[in-house]
């Protein structure tokens, strides 16, 4: 980028405090969570963005990407930075826009949509509805710093999950408006069916602006935690409320020993040797499962209720991906893996995984209901890295034997695992950014010279 670049993107914003060039904070703003996985770690750890842009308007957003386009200068779109994938990180240098300040809350509508901007933290976003009556259907473990924009470029679902499905399921957003990246960017609303066009894209087709986003009404939540002898009790146990209809649940996670040993901060509720089951449900049954981890052979380490995001402890600090985080500080010779194993056939699956790789693949479930409304146990293992050929070999295996893997360690939306086998977020790239201006190198599939001569 050139000083003339510069001064045409300080036209494009009404501050010029808000393009910055200081060393250290465009460092900061090129980095996620990437880190994670030692074959990203090693790919990106020298990509940076040469100045970071801070729109606050949706009328800023298509000023800069007309600059962008017209000085052909790359565009890496950021949320809060909480994403594993290095979805953030922008590989051929040009800007981040960083969303952060577009975080207005628009609405709460009676009918339960939140309309908001896509910086808003989800944390923000869930107290506001529940002050409304309403909650969020799902949302990461991050919460507390994920952005909305954030979460629907580059995650999937999580807490609530086992309730309500991922992101991509039963309609849980609304509609997206997007800023394209041609001469003239367009503002384009895309609802219903159309929202996959651009959901869980990395930025890469488009730049989100506003957001519809379905809730589900609120609910008066309890933890609690369960530990058992074996896993196999725990599976067993967490499996039964998992998929049963009686139950009013959140989030149901089960882990593997010594997984629950990195838990250092709630150790009180850990058992040496144990496998524990982590479990948000509603109030009203808390002691109804009690009294069925007992009789399951379990012992209740913690039952409290659940206040919102500032309970202490606060057992979603510790599921989704923030058990690989708190493993690896534990152990960093782990990293680990996105898997999804079958019902039916999950035992035996668990058992083959076990007999080939034995600790160096250690079992952490996350319960979730899939796009046809069955739930299923969903995995977030962490697996000891050793070499890239070894984590092949294990993500090899599980697909030899059934179990699905969404693989962490690409840094392309094809290889992250919730890439539309219809195509359509590719197309859409075509449409709305023919230049390949946006994200550039993290749609593997998008050629250039393939736009069609029409766009």
């Known amino acids: 980028m050139t000083p003339d670049d510069?001064?045409?993107?300080?036209?494009?914003?009404?501050?010029?405090?808000?393009?910055?060039?200081?060393?250290q904070t465009v460092q900061r703003l090129s980095r996620d969570f990437y880190w994670y996985s030692p074959v990203l770690k090693k790919l990106l750890d020298d990509k940076l963005a040469e100045a970071v842009v801070?729109?606050?308007?949706?009328?800023?957003?298509?000023?800069?990407?007309r600059t962008c386009y017209r000085r052909r200068i790359p565009v890496t779109a950021r949320g809060a930075g909480t994403g594993n994938y290095g979805q953030a990180i922008p590989l051929e240098g040009g800007i981040v826009l960083d969303l952060a300040a577009?975080?207005?809350?628009?609405?709460?509508t009676p009918d339960g949509i939140a309309i908001a901007g896509p910086g808003v933290r989800l944390g923000v976003l869930e107290t506001t509805a529940r002050e409304a009556g309403w909650e969020l259907r799902c949302y990461p473990s991050t919460i507390a710093k994920a952005s909305l924009g954030g979460f629907l470029g580059g995650g999937s679902g999580g807490i609530g999950s086992v309730a309500h499905g991922g992101l991509r399921d039963f309609q849980t957003v609304r509609a997206i408006e997007v800023v394209t990246m041609e001469a003239e960017p367009r503002i384009v609303l895309h609802e219903g069916e159309a929202v996959h066009d651009v959901l869980h894209a990395w930025g890469t087709n488009g730049i989100m602006t506003k957001i519809w986003l379905a809730l589900v009404p609120a609910e008066a939540w309890a933890q609690c935690v369960v530990a058992f002898d074996t896993f196999d009790q725990a599976f067993h146990f967490s499996e039964k409320?998992?998929?049963?209809?009686?139950?009013?649940?959140?989030?149901?996670?089960?882990?593997?020993?010594?997984?629950?040993?990195?838990?250092?901060?709630?150790?009180?509720?850990m058992r040496e040797g144990k496998a524990v089951v982590f479990f948000m449900i509603a109030s009203a049954q808390l002691d109804i499962l009690t009294a069925a981890a007992l009789d399951a052979g379990g012992e209740v380490t913690l039952a409290a209720p659940y206040t919102g995001i500032r309970t202490q402890p606060l057992?979603?600090?510790?599921?989704?991906?923030?058990?690989?985080l708190w493993f690896m500080k534990y152990d960093p010779a782990f990293t680990y893996l996105q898997c999804g194993f079958s019902p039916g056939e999950a035992r035996s699956q668990f058992a083959r995984l076990k007999a080939r790789f034995a600790g160096?693949?250690?079992l952490h479930l996350e319960f979730m209901k899939n796009g046809a409304g069955i739930v299923i146990p969903g995995s977030i293992p962490v697996v000891r890295f050793t070499t890239e050929e070894r984590l092949n070999e294990m993500i090899d295996f599980c697909r030899s034997i059934g179990v699905s893997v969404a693989n962490p360690h690409s840094n392309n939306v094809e290889g992250g695992g919730r890439y539309r086998e219809d195509n359509v977020q590719l197309l859409t790239?075509?449409?709305?950014d023919p230049l390949g201006l946006l994200n550039p190198g993290k749609m593997a599939t998008f050629n250039p010279a393939e736009v069609p001569s029409s766009t």
Request: charged residues 15%; glycine residues 2%.
């Open 360 to 362: 160096d693949f250690l």
């Open 54 to 65: 801070q729109p606050i308007s949706t009328g800023e957003v298509v000023a800069v990407l």
């Open 429 to 432: 790239k075509y449409r709305y």
């Open 315 to 324: 057992l979603s600090d510790y599921t989704w991906n923030h058990t690989t």
């Open 241 to 269: 409320i998992a998929t049963g209809d009686d139950w009013t649940k959140r989030l149901v996670t089960a882990f593997e020993w010594p997984i629950p040993a990195a838990f250092t901060p709630i150790a009180a509720c």
């Open 6 to 23: 510069l001064e045409a993107l300080t036209l494009c914003i009404a501050s010029p405090t808000r393009l910055i060039t200081q060393p």
């Open 102 to 108: 577009m975080d207005t809350i628009h609405e709460i």
